[in-house]
């Protein structure tokens, strides 16, 4: 009774750790991001209007903390967190 629940679990573990390993090789590309503004998930990204288009600009802001700081995309803070996709 407990082996059977044991190989259960051994089973399971297994499948799971194949499960993460696809992911990791899935998703590795964006572990390899620099820890830069651009990628953040605080960085408001700001946009000027050309014509009926908008175009990126490199300057954006951070909504971090208290207040909102000018920011550049190439830079970086404390308040650093993963943009998500």
């Known amino acids: 009774m407990l082996a059977d629940k044991v190989k259960e679990l051994e089973y399971e573990n297994n499948s799971l ?6 992911l990791q090789e899935r998703y590795s590309d964006r572990a390899e991001l620099p820890k830069n503004c651009e ?14 288009v908008y175009a990126v600009t490199c300057d954006g802001h951070c ?7 000018s920011r550049k995309a190439g830079e970086t803070c404390k308040y650093f967190i993963q943009k998500k996709i």
Do not use: D, M, P
Not at 17 to 22: D, P, T
């Open 17 to 22: 750790k194949a499960q993460l390993e696809e």
């Open 39 to 52: 990628y953040c998930g605080n960085f408001i990204q700001h946009y000027v209007k050309c014509g009926t």
């Open 63 to 69: 909504v971090a903390g208290s207040r909102f700081k």
